[in-house]
T-cell receptor, first 116, second 113 residues
Framework: DAGVTQSPTHLIKTRGQHVTLRCSPI?????VSWYQQVLGQGPQFIFQYYEKEERGRGNFPDRFSARQFPNYSSELNVNALLLGDSALYLCASSLRAGFLANYGYTFGSGTRLTVV | SQQGEEDPQALSIQEGENATMNCSYK?????LQWYRQNSGRGLVHLIL?????REKHSGRLRVTLDTSKKSSSLLITASRAADTASYFCATDRTNFGNEKLTFGTGTRLTIIP
């Protein structure tokens, strides 16, 4: 089974541009989450989708949006890029979370976004 | 905002020694998880401990959880050079399907051969 796959691996964009990041979860996982990790810090929660519905949103501006497709893959979109959006964007999928969880999340290798 | 704080921020030990990292968090949780990250790439799940558990083992890893003190510790025994990485604790406060992991600031572990 393939793990969580993210594309592209690296991306360089100019301020003001728009970017789309993609994620394919592990087969059978219906929940996909997105995290932003700025250099030297822990990941910060951006969005969570389950069965194509947004279930959670972190403290990020409306320039950030996401969606989940019928095959459970997901896209993260960021508009009007700022220098501060430069970070590693991580996608995670899970089978079950919360008190009933037996396993942690499976993360992809991330997309390194650099805004210049 | 970060839920937790790891302590220490950085740790260097000789190969073969034990490494202990601590994590504190602020609110009630469903479970607490530890992850490893090599060279700023993806996170690898190490171990999950539920809020009603106090200790858990997995290979060379031992995790403790004290919900009264809102703290956890990760012990890596007989460290190896390959254990060099950043380690993060993450709390799961999933409620009504709203899944969210809140990460700490991380401990950078360096194993000296």
């Amino acid at each position: 089974d393939a793990g969580v796959t993210q594309s592209p691996t690296h991306l360089i964009k100019t301020r003001g541009q728009h970017v789309t990041l993609r994620c394919s979860p592990i087969s059978g996982h219906k929940s996909v989450s997105w995290y932003q990790q700025v250099l030297g810090q822990g990941p910060q929660f951006i969005f969570q989708y389950y069965e194509k519905e947004e279930r959670g949103r972190g403290n990020f501006p409306d320039r950030f949006s996401a969606r989940q497709f019928p095959n459970y893959s997901s896209e993260l979109n960021v508009n009007a890029l700022l220098l501060g959006d430069s970070a590693l964007y991580l996608c995670a999928s899970s089978l079950r979370a919360g008190f009933l969880a037996n396993y942690g999340y499976t993360f992809g290798s991330g997309t390194r976004l650099t805004v210049v | 905002s970060q839920q937790g704080e790891e302590d220490p921020q950085a740790l260097s030990i000789q190969e073969g020694e034990n490494a202990t990292m601590n994590c504190s968090y602020k609110t009630s949780i469903n479970n607490l998880q530890w992850y490893r990250q090599n060279s700023g790439r993806g996170l690898v799940h190490l171990i999950l401990i539920r809020s009603n558990e106090r200790e858990k083992h997995s290979g060379r890893l031992r995790v403790t959880l004290d919900t009264s003190k809102k703290s956890s510790s990760l012990l890596i025994t007989a460290s190896r050079a390959a254990d060099t990485a950043s380690y993060f604790c993450a709390t799961d406060r999933t409620n009504f399907g709203n899944e969210k992991l809140t990460f700490g600031t991380g401990t950078r572990l360096t194993i000296i051969p």
